[in-house]
Antibody, heavy 120, light 107 residues
Framework: QVQLVESGGGVVQPGMSLRLSCAAS????????MHWVRQAPGKVLEWVAV????????YYAESVKGRFTISRDNSKNTLYLQMNSLRVEDTAVYHC?????????????WGQGSLVTVSS | DIQLTQSPSFLSAFVGDRVTITCRAS??????LAWYQHKPGQAPEVLIY???TLQRGVPSRFSGSGSGTEFTLTITSLQPEDFATYYC?????????FGQGTRLEIK
């Protein structure tokens, strides 16, 4: 059974950092493109970042570029999102999502999400 | 960036109704479009990918069509469990973008 479990969310003050982790199981993690997608309270889904199966390519939403870094450890079947210089508008549920074998596949499955709250 | 415009934003329907949701892309995206269902407190789930391919395990009352810039999601014979928010998504290029969502409520 394919499973994605996020952890690391919490409450932080603006300007601080947080690292999210996503533990993957039930599939060959090292062969899949992986994404982070977020949803702020009452807002629509927003794609955040993608990393290629081997880590050779990364792309970011303009809203997080230069502040967030996506990475992966294929030996640990784990995806990460390092979030620096957090802003109030980064408050959201962050979902770890499996892409496909290329960067142009639909997203399936989605993790349940980890809530990040940025507040003073 | 490729913008996706969904319509309507809100839809009220009866159990048993047929409904259609439209997604329009700001530029051609071939068939790189997916549809997701999102219920409160749950993770989104893919229904349709490549514009018209039904995800395994998804009921056949869901169908998708379109190519280029115009796409539709149709649900025939609405069931109580279908009342949720639906999003279209393009994966033709980065950044990946989502439509603003269509909230489907029971009448």
């Amino acid at each position: 059974q394919v499973q994605l479990v996020e952890s690391g969310g919490g409450v932080v003050q603006p300007g601080m950092s947080l690292r999210l982790s996503c533990a993957a199981s039930g599939f060959s993690f090292r062969t899949y493109v992986m994404h982070w997608v977020r949803q702020a309270p009452g807002k629509v889904l927003e794609w955040v970042a993608v990393i290629w199966y081997d880590g050779s390519n990364e792309y970011y939403a303009e809203s997080v570029k230069g502040r967030f870094t996506i990475s992966r450890d294929n030996s640990k079947n784990t995806l990460y999102l390092q979030m620096n210089s957090l802003r109030v508008e980064d408050t959201a549920v962050y979902h770890c999502v499996r892409g496909g074998l290329t960067g142009h596949n639909h997203f399936d499955p989605w993790g349940q999400g980890s809530l990040v709250t940025v507040s003073s | 960036d490729i913008q996706l415009t969904q319509s309507p934003s809100f839809l009220s329907a009866f159990v048993g109704d047929r409904v259609t949701i439209t997604c329009r892309a700001s530029q051609g995206i071939s068939n790189y479009l997916a549809w997701y269902q999102h219920k409160p407190g749950q993770a989104p789930e893919v229904l349709i990918y490549s514009a018209s391919t039904l995800q395994r395990g998804v009921p056949s009352r869901f169908s998708g069509s379109g190519s280029g810039t115009e796409f539709t999601l149709t649900i025939t014979s609405l069931q109580p469990e279908d009342f949720a928010t639906y999003y279209c998504q393009q994966v033709n290029g980065y950044p990946v973008t989502f439509g603003q969502g269509t909230r489907l409520e029971i009448k």
